[in-house]
Structure formats: structure tokens, C-alpha cells
């Protein structure tokens, strides 16, 4: 200031750890049955109050999928920040 007084201060950023998806898949019983499941853990990121999931870009929004035919999903779990995850999961 004008009197030569220096004030300091520190600060510390931080970064929430990165959203980290674990899974259990079910294959489904036989060819063309729609048994098979694909249960997801999501954890990091910043929630509020919850993730919010968008598998095969649309066509589901819940966080598990069951009554699945064999393919492969994706899904895209997006945090309060808009940060994301993409994981691939393959149902026999």
C-alpha cells in the first residue's frame, strides 16, 4: 500500500480424482435372450446428488441395464463439473 505494508496469502487448488466406473456383467442365457445385465459402480468426481448416465449415446439413462440381448454398451457417466468416463461393456 501506500505505506510500503506487504500483505501475503496462500491458496491450495484441488481437483476432485477422476470418476473410476467398476462393473458385473451377466451374459445372457442363449442366443437372442434378453437376460443379460450390466450392474456399474461410479465413484470420484463431484456429485451433489447423483451421476448421470447415458449409455449407446441416448437410449438408456439409468445407472444399471438388465433385459439386455448379447452386445456391447457404452456408457458415458458425466459428474456435477461436466467431467466424464466412457466405458465399454460386452454382453455374451
Do not use: F, K, R
Request: glycine letters at 8%; hydrophobic letters at 35%; aromatic letters at 8%.
Amino acid at each position: 500500500d501506500n505505506n510500503g505494508c506487504v500483505a501475503a496469502a496462500s491458496y491450495t487448488v484441488i481437483q476432485p480424482a477422476a470418476i473410476n466406473l467398476t462393473n458385473t456383467t451377466t451374459n445372457a442365457s442363449c442366443n437372442g435372450v434378453a437376460d443379460g445385465a450390466i450392474d456399474i459402480t461410479a465413484t470420484g468426481g463431484t456429485v451433489a446428488t447423483t451421476y448421470i448416465y447415458d449409455w449407446n449415446a441416448g437410449t438408456y439413462t439409468t445407472e444399471d441395464l438388465t433385459g439386455l440381448v448379447a452386445g456391447t454398451y457404452t456408457v458415458v457417466v458425466t459428474d456435477d463439473n461436466a467431467c466424464t468416463a466412457t466405458a465399454n461393456y460386452t454382453v455374451t
